[in-house]
């Protein structure tokens, strides 16, 4: 099968891989470059686990072209962090208890830094509607909004 | 066509474990030169916080910060048996068989210390700080690593212990059918408040309120994440999930995840909850364990509050509007119970 060269930003870092005709970039981070951080849940764009940051905006790595990000930024929880220094996100997801399993964990960081990106004052119900395209099983969402609440300025979450 | 309010109750008694076999779960606990501890177990940590519950109860028994203690559920193959994590049972069977393994360290330990401090480990306590000490004279103290590196280089002991929790088989009376399967039970009681559209079918879940009796909650953080994830599967099967709509027949049967529904973060309600701790006799330090109970209550409350609302009574699960809209046309239309009329909303 033909590869094909591709270069791209991967979390600030200039990354250049030989591709599979047809792979997706879920597979490309996570064979080729080694960042296990993007999760693969359903392999159909329904859960969210896999979701990254392309130029900025939250995109299903799963269904993602990897010949599609050549030239582009490809961001994902492995960026978010400066080594053990966490990003105020994922600090108020610890101080929240956000994670249970840690499946969809990843994926709902990335989704949430894109909200916050662009909308650092969200509402509760903007904070739901970026987060509605990643499943998870067991926190009953609630302690994930709370979170991202948290970590937005001066978003109020919900009390009682 | 209206909109109804609804309002039910459900109050639950969980038997924690169960008692195929006696139900048993094994513990390893052994230190290194360090003075660290390792808690071996084959028990599975889901996210439901098994790790950091069996490592505090082993902190609290050998005397050491928390902080001193690993806990390795890496291989059920290698590790201790475990029957597993389910039923609610890990916190106290697995917790208890914990507390015997650590006990056990715990005193080969102070053993190690008292050879080295030349007194008698009967007279030796610990600080919780990685120190043992004399009860009464601090200044006479070792710590916990000195101990340890004295039994693994000059004793040649190992501090190590040995844990099992068993509930033995009952038997079955044969005049009676009466047996004693369980020995602690956690309670809850719950209550939904929703809404049922006449025309769609539909229920929405406006507030619950609850209380759950868990036993002492060993990690208060991790009762209360336990709790409002557990009751929000509550809900989830009440109202949404399924694998076979039809069964027996297969057909309709969701494949993925756009067909297979569970309540996405724009479908949950305020869940007010409030932690009752009363601790078990036979749990470890007073723990029972808020694991699948804490859906079960949802699952009553909900098709008791539908029931309320417009006077359907649906018997099997999940209550999907199909369901509610078949039920409202067998009783000609809906028929919300008396007092609710009479309830200030």
């Known amino acids: ?160 | 066509m209206a909109v109804h309010h609804g309002r039910g109750f459900a109050a639950i008694n969980y038997p924690i474990g169960m008692n195929l076999g006696g139900d048993p779960s094994q513990a390893l606990v052994h230190s290194n030169p360090d003075g660290k501890f390792m808690v071996a177990l084959s028990s599975i940590d889901l996210g439901q916080g098994m790790k950091s519950v069996t490592r505090q109860i082993a902190a609290e028994t050998l005397g050491v910060p928390v902080e001193d203690v690993y806990v390795d559920t890496a291989d059920s193959d290698t590790g201790p048996h475990c029957m597993g994590s389910f039923a609610s049972r890990g916190t106290h069977r697995v917790g208890n068989a914990v507390i015997q393994a650590a006990q056990e360290a715990r005193a080969v330990m102070l053993e190690a210390a008292a050879e080295e401090l030349e007194v008698n480990a009967a007279d030796l306590v610990t600080d919780g700080k990685g120190n043992i000490h004399v009860r009464g004279a601090p200044s006479r103290s070792i710590t916990t690593g000195q101990a340890s590196a004295a039994a693994q280089f000059k004793q040649g002991r190992t501090v190590s212990g040995r844990g099992i929790f068993l509930i033995p088989l009952s038997e079955v009376s044969p005049e009676t059918g009466e047996m004693t399967p369980v020995s602690c039970f956690a309670h809850a009681a719950l209550i939904v408040d929703l809404e049922v559209d006449d025309e769609t079918g539909e229920v929405r879940v406006i507030e619950i309120n609850s209380a759950y009796e868990v036993g002492r909650a060993l990690n208060p953080k991790l009762v209360e994440q336990q709790l409002v994830g557990g009751a929000w599967m509550g809900l989830s099967h009440a109202l949404y999930e399924t694998t076979e709509p039809y069964y027996p027949s297969r057909e309709h049967g969701p494949v993925d995840f756009n067909t297979y529904l569970m309540p996405g973060p724009g479908d949950i309600a305020p869940h007010n909850i409030a932690v009752l701790e009363r601790p078990a006799p036979d749990g470890p330090y007073g723990g029972k364990g808020p694991g699948e109970m804490c859906a079960n209550p949802v699952l009553p409350a909900v098709a008791n509050a539908v029931y309320d609302a417009v006077g359907v009574r649906i018997r099997d699960l999940p209550i999907t509007p199909e369901k509610v809209l078949r039920g409202l046309k067998e009783n000609g239309g809906a028929r919300p119970r008396a007092s609710r009329a009479n309830r200030a909303r």
């Open chain 1, 1 to 160: 099968m033909a590869k094909t060269p591709i270069r791209f930003s991967h979390n600030r870092e200039e990354k250049a891989v030989f591709v599979d005709e047809g792979a997706n970039l879920l597979d490309v981070l996570r064979r080729s470059i080694g960042d296990l951080t993007p999760k693969y849940g359903c392999g159909q764009g329904t859960c969210g686990a896999c979701t990254v940051l392309v130029d900025g905006a939250p995109q299903l790595s799963c269904l993602t072209l990897a010949e599609t990000v050549d030239g582009r930024a490809v961001d994902t929880v492995a960026g978010l962090s400066d080594g053990a220094r966490l990003s105020a996100l994922q600090r108020a997801f610890m101080d929240n208890f956000a994670a249970q399993c840690g499946y969809c964990t990843d994926g709902m960081l990335m989704s949430a830094t894109a909200l916050l990106k662009h909308n650092p004052r969200p509402t509760r119900e903007e904070v739901v509607e970026a987060i509605s395209g990643n499943l998870c099983r067991c926190t009953g969402y609630e302690a994930i909004i709370n979170a991202i609440l948290d970590a937005s300025q001066g978003g109020a979450r919900r009390t009682g």
